[in-house]
């Protein structure tokens, strides 16, 4: 099932206060990057993160993105929007220290 163009504006509604977060459509999803750093993306309507040693903290649920993938973090929408910003934050620097 590829994402809704829909949800992809819902999520980039809620990462608007972060600069340079930039999208690539692949295959009926959506790859998200923040300063030229693929850090997620979204996929079946779920957004889910990269996993990170920087990232662990926030103890999310991790979920297959596609068949065949790494597991990401299923990011909750409970989040507000600070903690959302903190959280694409550390997971690209977390992803730099790779």
Request: proline letters at 2%; hydrophobic letters at 35%.
């Amino acid at each position: 099932m590829a994402s809704s163009e829909e949800f992809k504006n819902y999520v980039l509604d809620r990462l608007n206060l972060l600069e340079n977060i930039t999208y690539r459509k692949m295959m009926g999803e959506y790859l998200l990057y923040y300063n030229g750093v693929y850090f997620g993306g979204i996929y079946d309507d779920r957004f889910m993160v990269k996993m990170t040693q920087t990232n662990e903290k926030y103890h999310m649920e991790e979920e297959l993105p596609y068949d065949s993938a790494k597991p990401m973090y299923l990011v909750s929408e409970s989040l507000s929007k600070e903690e959302l910003i903190r959280l694409v934050q550390e997971t690209v620097s977390g992803l730099q220290k790779q």
